[in-house]
């Protein structure tokens, strides 16, 4: 054969099996689209009834259609119950719960749990966290170091809808692991767990590892954790890892203690990190302490923007006192100096940075006052 023959053999096979792909990928889009809404069909009924529930509707006949369901449409409407399952709250909630525990959802998700599907896994660890099974704790642990990243993130989270304090330290220790859940989810979850883990929680604050440390901070924070105030106020003064030091500095502004005070305004100081110096004068708003006005009036003209800004607005929280220091601020960007021996001569560029800021802070502070006004 020539070569300009071989060529023309070589053109058919490759367009053939052009051909045989495309018709392959066709085909198997529309039996996917097929099955699709075959699912959808299947499902129309009874997704009706898990929105009727959803929507209050307690009636028993609804309930027991649905607990009676065939399983092939129990299983094309099941995405939906498991979704709607952890959005609806109050005797919804507790009425779909029963529905699932009813047809078996509880047990059947347990025997997932170890299925090579990782969609599998993580589906399963939805259900039992949205049926807020204690008796899926241990399990849901052990997923927290599952190979497939996504998994690890639906079990923190269902652990968080549980709320069982037992999840405290397993949830903290994925932050030191090889196979770590990202810390806001890690927050998130315990902060789900409440007060009863503020015991594990303010024991953290001694991990070896930072990232520990300082979700532990910002968790105690969230919970209102109280009694912990003087362990984040160590932490704030002594901790060598700035991010836990930031943390420290906004739950100390979230408890709203009086000794926190002292603590804060020395996070001020010129030699401490500017993000950490920002954190700082943003708490002492939140703390509402009038008596921090002077230090936070003298970062106005910091050369941080960050730390400037939050001075302003903090400020602005302490009242009477923190606006009169704003208006002041303000007013000397429009004061010349009375002995200057050149006529021209104008504020410094501090007095008109921090008059910047001040201005900017009682402009917004000014809209917010209107909004509220037409507010009825």
């Known amino acids: 054969m020539t070569l300009a023959g071989t060529a023309l053999v070589a053109l058919f096979v490759v367009l053939f099996a052009a051909l045989v792909l495309g ?30 529930i959803a929507a209050g509707d307690d009636d028993p006949r609804q ?4 607990v009676r369901l065939p399983d092939e449409v129990w299983l ?3 995405p939906s119950a498991v979704a709607l399952l952890g ?17 078996g959802a509880a047990w059947r998700a347990r025997s997932q749990l170890k299925r090579r599907d990782p969609v599998a896994r993580a589906m399963a660890a939805e ?60 927050a998130t979850a315990l902060t789900r767990l409440g007060t009863p883990a503020q015991g594990a929680l303010t024991a953290a604050l001694d991990d070896p590892r930072s990232p520990v440390r ?5 968790v ?6 109280a009694g912990a105030t003087v362990r984040v106020e160590s932490a704030l003064r002594a901790d060598p890892a700035v991010e836990v030091r930031v943390s420290a500095a906004r739950t100390l502004g979230r408890l709203g203690t009086r000794t926190a005070l002292a603590p804060l305004l020395d996070a001020l100081g010129e030699d401490r990190p500017a993000v950490l110096r920002a954190e700082a004068a943003r708490a002492l708003g939140e703390l509402g302490a009038v008596t921090a006005a002077p230090a936070l009036t003298a970062l106005l003209a910091d050369a941080d923007y960050a730390v400037a800004h939050n001075a302003a607005r903090s400020l602005l929280r302490l009242g009477s006192a923190g606006r009169a220091a704003l208006v002041a601020a303000e007013h000397r960007a429009h004061v010349r100096p009375r002995h200057s021996a050149e006529p021209d001569e104008g504020p410094g560029p501090e007095v008109l940075l921090g008059a910047a800021h001040a201005r900017e ?10 909004r509220r006004q037409a507010v009825p």
Request: hydrophobic letters at 45%; a positive charge.
């Open 23 to 52: 018709a392959l990928i066709v085909g198997g889009r529309t039996v996917r689209r097929a099955r699709e809404a075959g699912r959808a069909r299947l499902a129309g009924p009874a997704r009706r009834l898990l929105l009727a």
């Open 63 to 66: 309930i027991e259609e649905l």
């Open 76 to 78: 094309a409407v099941e």
């Open 87 to 103: 959005k609806v709250r109050g005797e919804a909630h507790t009425t779909l719960v029963d529905v699932f525990e009813r047809r």
């Open 127 to 186: 259900v039992l966290g949205n049926l807020r099974r204690r008796d899926a704790v241990l399990p849901l642990c052990d997923l927290l170091s599952d190979p497939d990243p996504d998994v690890r993130v639906v079990a923190a989270r269902s652990l968080g809808r549980i709320g069982d304090a037992g999840a405290t330290q397993p949830l903290l220790a994925t932050l030191r692991s090889r196979r770590p859940v990202p810390a806001h989810v890690v």
């Open 214 to 218: 300082a979700t532990a901070a910002e």
């Open 220 to 225: 105690l924070g969230l919970i209102g954790a």
């Open 361 to 370: 802070a009682l402009a917004a502070a000014e809209l917010d006052d209107r």
